[in-house]
């Protein structure tokens, strides 16, 4: 966690956040859809940010490149996180649990990833 509070937030990305409370738009591309999964790939830029959206399904994603990004979450914290190829991260939702967060590239190569959302 590099910062908590909201600290360095911009009044415009605090909108961002109230407005994209229920985006469920959570990647650049939908590759494949059944009644049980979604598929989506995202590809962010250097320096460009997919903009806040929430999660609210289990899901996974798997990265297809190194990268790092900064990551602003609902709670007002900023985390700076790293990925190397091949990384895998499950996340499980009880309960109305959810997560509401941006994610921006902070490397000089792009973001990539495999995101799959269990449906069922």
């Given at each position: ?47 460009e940010r ?40 499950h996340f ?29």
């Amino acid at each position: 966690m590099i910062a908590s509070g909201f600290s360095g937030w911009s009044e415009s990305l605090k909108q961002e956040f109230r407005d994209n409370a229920y985006n469920r738009v959570i990647g650049s591309t939908v590759l494949s859809e059944t009644d049980r999964v979604r598929v989506w790939h995202i590809e962010v830029p250097p320096g460009e940010r997919l903009p806040a959206h929430r999660h609210d399904l289990d899901y996974f994603w798997t990265a297809l490149r190194d990268g790092v990004s900064v990551q602003h979450v609902d709670d007002g914290t900023t985390r700076r996180v790293s990925y190397r190829a091949g990384d895998t991260r499950h996340f499980v939702f009880r309960d109305g649990a959810y997560l509401l967060h941006d994610l921006v590239n902070d490397g000089d190569t792009p973001l990539e990833f495999l995101t799959v959302e269990h449906l069922d």
